[in-house]
């Protein structure tokens, strides 16, 4: 645990003030799964990459819920590995499993910050979707607000470099993009990386998903399996990613 009392017990005095019928007090949990749920939320300590560390924690805590938003933060260390994401603390929406054809819309804002040393991290919605709506995942599409400390997308190719190669620029909700597609395992992800910042993020993630049935060979019967928002660490020491509100509503 890297949170002080002092800080634990001073936000959760700022919550209590601000959100009086609907506050969260209790000790950050740490274990693989560990899970809390509230509203239509479920926030996840997803650590499915930790054995690629040479050390390292992961922990998290939900400070708030207001109607539909929410406000959670994690904080972590982690060493070795380079290039191999941890871990991936996020929220996910409760959804009905169906077909993307069948969706209108993903409204959502994300509102949060970063501090630590050395973070290797992204900040990212992450999806996935299959021919079925039990299926197994076949496509997987995230949407990077933030790329720090250089970590980069799965790309198909590679350049000289090392970096990614792009396949499209795109402008949705307000923002460009730079979208990337490649595999992970047996799905094919894409990726769209803000080309600066969206540390306040405001838009509809229908946008992204029409974009790609429409021009990138995303089939729109495939069934939305999930919808995560939160960051994968790389590496660095001593962080703390705060969500001072999230929401996600899909229609
Ligand atoms: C997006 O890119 C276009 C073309 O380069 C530019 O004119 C526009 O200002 C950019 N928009 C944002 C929000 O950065
Ligand atoms: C984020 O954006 C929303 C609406 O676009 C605005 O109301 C809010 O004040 C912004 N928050 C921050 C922290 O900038």
């Known amino acids: 645990m890297r949170f002080s009392t002092a800080v634990l017990t001073g936000s959760s005095i700022v919550l209590a003030a601000a959100l009086p019928t609907n506050t969260f007090k209790r000790a950050d949990s740490c274990g693989q799964w560990d899970t809390v749920e509230t509203g239509s939320y479920t926030v996840y300590n997803n650590l499915w990459g930790q054995s690629s560390a ?19 933060h994690t904080s972590w ?19 009905d499993s169906k077909p993307l054809s069948e969706i209108t819309s993903m409204q959502s804002s994300w509102s949060w910050s970063y501090d630590g040393s050395n973070i290797v991290a992204d900040v990212a919605y992450d999806m996935f979707t299959s021919s079925t709506a039990g299926g197994s995942n076949e496509y997987e599409i995230m949407i990077w607000l933030a790329a720090l400390g250089g970590a980069g997308p799965i790309s198909s190719t590679y350049g000289a470099d090392g970096s990614a190669t792009p396949i499209a620029t795109v402008a949705l909700a307000g923002t460009n993009w730079t979208l990337y ?35 990138q060979g995303l089939p729109s019967s495939q069934h939305l399996l999930s919808a995560g928002a939160g960051t994968e660490p790389f590496s660095g020491s001593d962080a703390v990613f705060t969500v001072s509100a999230y929401s996600l509503t899909i229609e």
Do not use: H, R
């Open 181 to 215: 597609k490649g595999p992970n395992g047996d799905m094919t992800v894409f990726s769209f990386l803000a080309d600066s910042e969206v540390t306040n993020f405001s838009g509809d993630l229908k946008e992204f998903i029409d974009y790609l049935a429409s021009n």
């Open 54 to 72: 040479t050390s390292g924690s992961q922990c998290f805590g939900v400070d708030g819920l207001s109607g539909d938003t929410l406000s959670w």
């Open 77 to 95: 260390s982690w060493e070795g590995g380079e290039g191999q994401v941890k871990s991936y603390p996020n929220v996910v929406v409760s959804l």
